[in-house]
């Protein structure tokens, strides 16, 4: 590729990066810019966005990227992924993008992987279009990163799984056709715990309500109710009782593409902060000459360089099958904690303007908060480390 080819598509010059990768990215950008960032903060007072953008995105093959074709999808690698994620991050609106990566990372890999031929024909193949939205059903009242003390309960019931129980904090939960719902079918504790495909339209099930957040308003968030649900035991998703170890290995894909979002989400915020900082003028110069910012911003840019390539090296792992949870969850921890601090900064610098929603950058600190809660607290991931590290 010609080195004007490479700067017109503006591809990162890293070796992994492809023509075909700068194309998806510029593809998925054009998408946020023109379908979800001019009503960004109209979807976020709504609290809810269309549902036929689910359909638009799954037209330009975003939910299935690395999708076997055979199921629709796209059949590509991790780095394609990465270059979605980096387009997403144009769209302004921190809801919208979680709801979308939530369908194309969280729940379709695992229904892919683990899925019989008639799962994936009957909720895969409709998901990857964007017909059918998904859900991923584990965290309960009772905990949330706890997953090997959840209570739901599917009872066996000669070709049936009847399941009663409760859901919370469920991305997608008040319109999904299915969700992957981690039930408890054996033993306390995480050798109990199995894995199924729940269709809503199934007698029993209930929204409890749609829950406030502080922030990422446009996505719905739902408490979901099971009262003796009735699903064909042929929706088992894998083996009976290894439930926990799908989840957990779940959580790598999805703790990398959070860490991947925030990297691209504070770029993205860094240059929004630093063209108002040349713009705005107090004390007779544009305040972003003043040594207190240009150190400021010169130290996050360091900072934000850093964590994406401690990214890229969780990607090339995951890329190539190798192990990679220690380089995941301190992708995780890094990336989510430094989201934080750059999102401040970001807000301080515009002031007062940054403090009303009608910009970006207040709702993208808003926002931002999320990501050191969802998919594992920092604080769980901290411990994850010093196993591994054996500390």
Same mark, same amino acid.
């Given at each position: 590729?010609?080195? +004007?080819?490479?700067?017109? #598509?503006?591809?990162?010059? @890293?070796?992994?990066?492809?023509?075909?990768?700068?194309?998806?990215?510029?593809?998925?950008?054009?998408?946020?810019?023109?379908?979800?960032?001019?009503?960004? &903060?109209?979807? =976020?007072?709504?609290?809810?966005?269309?549902?036929? #953008?689910?359909?638009?995105?799954?037209?330009?093959?975003?939910?299935?990227?690395?999708?076997?074709?055979?199921?629709?999808?796209?059949? /590509?690698?991790?780095?394609?992924?990465?270059?979605?994620? &980096?387009?997403?991050?144009?769209?302004?609106?921190?809801?919208?993008?979680? +709801?979308?990566?939530?369908?194309?990372?969280?729940?379709?890999?695992?229904?892919?992987?683990?899925?019989?031929?008639?799962?994936?024909?009957?909720?895969?193949?409709?998901?990857?279009?964007?017909?059918?939205?998904?859900?991923?059903?584990?965290?309960?009242?009772?905990?949330?990163?706890?997953?090997?003390?959840?209570?739901?309960?599917?009872?066996?019931?000669?070709? =049936?799984?009847?399941?009663?129980?409760?859901? /919370?904090?469920?991305?997608?939960?008040?319109?999904?056709?299915?969700?992957?719902?981690?039930?408890?079918?054996?033993?306390?504790?995480?050798?109990?715990?199995?894995?199924?495909? !729940?269709?809503?339209?199934?007698?029993? !099930?209930?929204?409890?309500?749609?829950?406030?957040?502080?922030?990422?308003?446009?996505?719905?968030?739902?408490?979901?109710? !099971?009262?003796?649900?009735?699903?064909?035991?042929?929706?088992? #998703?894998?083996?009976?009782?290894?439930?926990?170890?799908?989840?957990?290995?779940?959580?790598?894909?999805?703790?990398?593409?959070?860490?991947?979002? +925030?990297?691209?989400?504070?770029?993205?915020?860094?240059?929004?902060?630093?063209?108002?900082?040349?713009?705005?003028?107090? !004390?007779?110069?544009?305040?972003?000459?003043?040594?207190?910012?240009?150190?400021?911003?010169?130290?996050?840019?360091?900072?934000? &360089?850093?964590?994406?390539?401690?990214?890229?090296?969780?990607?090339?792992?995951?890329?190539?099958?190798?192990?990679?949870?220690?380089?995941?969850?301190?992708?995780? /921890?890094?990336?989510?904690?430094?989201?934080?601090?750059?999102?401040? =900064?970001?807000?301080?610098?515009?002031?007062? @303007?940054?403090?009303?929603? &009608?910009?970006?950058?207040?709702?993208?600190?808003?926002?931002?908060?999320?990501?050191?809660?969802?998919?594992?607290?920092?604080?769980?991931?901290?411990?994850?480390?010093?196993?591994?590290?054996?500390?």
């Amino acid at each position: 590729m010609s080195q +004007a080819t490479r700067q017109a #598509l503006d591809i990162p010059t @890293f070796p992994y990066f492809t023509e075909e990768h700068g194309m998806l990215r510029e593809t998925v950008k054009q998408f946020s810019e023109r379908e979800i960032a001019p009503y960004a &903060e109209e979807w =976020d007072e709504a609290g809810i966005f269309p549902r036929e #953008l689910f359909k638009k995105a799954g037209d330009l093959g975003l939910f299935g990227i690395r999708t076997d074709p055979r199921w629709g999808g796209n059949g /590509l690698d991790w780095w394609a992924t990465a270059a979605y994620l &980096e387009g997403l991050s144009y769209a302004n609106n921190g809801g919208v993008v979680m +709801a979308l990566m939530v369908q194309s990372d969280m729940t379709l890999p695992v229904l892919e992987e683990l899925g019989t031929d008639e799962q994936r024909e009957l909720f895969l193949k409709p998901a990857v279009a964007g017909d059918f939205i998904a859900a991923l059903g584990v965290s309960e009242p009772g905990g949330g990163s706890d997953v090997a003390n959840l209570k739901t309960r599917a009872v066996v019931d000669g070709e =049936d799984f009847v399941i009663s129980g409760q859901k /919370l904090w469920i991305t997608n939960g008040t319109r999904s056709d299915f969700i992957l719902l981690a039930v408890r079918t054996g033993e306390e504790g995480y050798k109990g715990i199995s894995f199924v495909v !729940f269709p809503t339209s199934t007698p029993g !099930f209930s929204i409890g309500k749609k829950l406030k957040k502080v922030g990422n308003l446009s996505s719905d968030t739902a408490e979901l109710f !099971f009262d003796n649900c009735r699903i064909p035991r042929r929706y088992l #998703l894998g083996e009976l009782n290894k439930g926990f170890y799908y989840v957990m290995q779940n959580f790598q894909g999805e703790r990398l593409v959070a860490a991947l979002g +925030a990297v691209y989400k504070m770029e993205r915020a860094i240059e929004y902060a630093v063209a108002y900082g040349k713009e705005r003028k107090a !004390f007779g110069q544009p305040i972003g000459s003043f040594q207190v910012w240009r150190h400021k911003f010169a130290e996050h840019l360091a900072s934000v &360089e850093a964590a994406k390539w401690l990214c890229y090296r969780a990607l090339d792992l995951i890329n190539r099958g190798e192990p990679a949870v220690k380089e995941i969850t301190m992708a995780k /921890l890094f990336c989510c904690d430094l989201d934080q601090k750059v999102m401040y =900064d970001c807000m301080q610098i515009m002031g007062g @303007f940054a403090y009303t929603t &009608e910009y970006p950058i207040g709702r993208a600190w808003r926002d931002a908060r999320l990501n050191t809660i969802g998919g594992g607290a920092s604080e769980i991931m901290k411990e994850i480390i010093a196993k591994q590290c054996k500390l």
